[in-house]
């Protein structure tokens, strides 16, 4: 079975501060990881993935993320933090052969303040 | 391309009422998914198709819910009868083919169906 675990519930931070969103998965085999973003009122906008080579990822909007298989994380960074940047943060992963079937976490509230 | 569509945008009705959700894909994507996102489930998937054909339904939460995909361009979740518990928003995302293993691929999601039950 695989299953996302987003420890918090609501991140803050001040506009220009480093922003970090986390993740920690369980998956049997290799995991494709998987961030996505969602607006007030909005679907969810894909921001990046990490399916195999290099661990550092890196997506829309000046996001990042590091998948480090020892510990089953694959947390979201951003160096500077935007006004704009604050919505519902959700990761979620899949297998190969899963047919796309993605697990979603609970999603990470992040508010930015100027 | 104007994206994945859905309508209704909103839609209220009362309890024991048939409520028809509506989803259009993008074009010349192969897979598409229904989910249903809540405060206190979070976001659940409820069915999805590749190439028309239903794959795992095994989300969908009880035989008042039903799903089809008469053509590549077009898919319904049907609710019969509706119950206040039912109220959600209910996206369509869909996702390309890719070459071999198609995991890998990104979902597009449309803006939701935000379904009121009284």
């Known amino acids: 079975a695989q299953s996302v675990a987003q420890p918090e519930d609501q991140v803050n931070v001040a506009e220009g501060n480093p922003l970090t969103v986390k993740c920690t998965y369980s998956?049997?085999?290799?995991?494709?990881l998987f961030w996505y973003v969602q607006y007030p009122n909005r679907g969810l906008q894909f921001l990046l993935k990490?399916?195999?080579?290099?661990?550092l990822v890196k997506g829309s909007y000046g996001f990042e993320a590091e998948f480090n298989k020892s510990q089953t994380s694959f947390h979201l960074k951003k160096p500077s933090a935007l006004v704009s940047d604050s919505a519902l943060y959700f990761c979620?992963?899949?297998?190969?052969?899963?047919?796309?079937?993605?697990?979603f976490g609970a999603g990470t509230q992040v508010v930015v303040t100027p | 391309d104007a994206g994945v569509i859905q309508s209704p945008r909103h839609e209220v009705t009362e309890m024991g009422q048939e409520v028809t959700l509506r989803c259009k894909p993008i074009?010349?994507?192969?897979?598409l998914f229904w989910y249903r996102q809540t405060m206190m489930r979070g976001l659940e998937l409820l069915i999805y198709?590749?190439?028309?054909?239903?794959?795992?339904d095994s989300g969908m939460p009880e035989d008042r819910f039903s799903a089809k995909m008469p053509n590549a361009s077009f898919s319904t979740l049907k609710i019969q009868p509706s119950e206040p518990r039912d109220s959600a928003v209910y996206f369509c995302?869909?996702?390309?083919?890719?070459?071999?293993?198609?995991?890998?691929?990104?979902?597009?999601f449309g803006p939701g169906t935000r379904l009121t039950v009284l």
């Open positions: 198709f590749n190439n028309n054909v239903p794959i795992d």
């Open positions: 995302a869909s996702s390309p083919r890719g070459q071999g293993d198609s995991s890998y691929n990104e979902q597009f």
């Open positions: 074009s010349g994507h192969d897979y």
């Open positions: 979620a992963v899949t297998k190969r052969g899963s047919w796309g079937k993605l697990q």
């Open positions: 998956v049997s085999g290799n995991p494709y």
């Open positions: 990490y399916i195999t080579g290099d661990n």
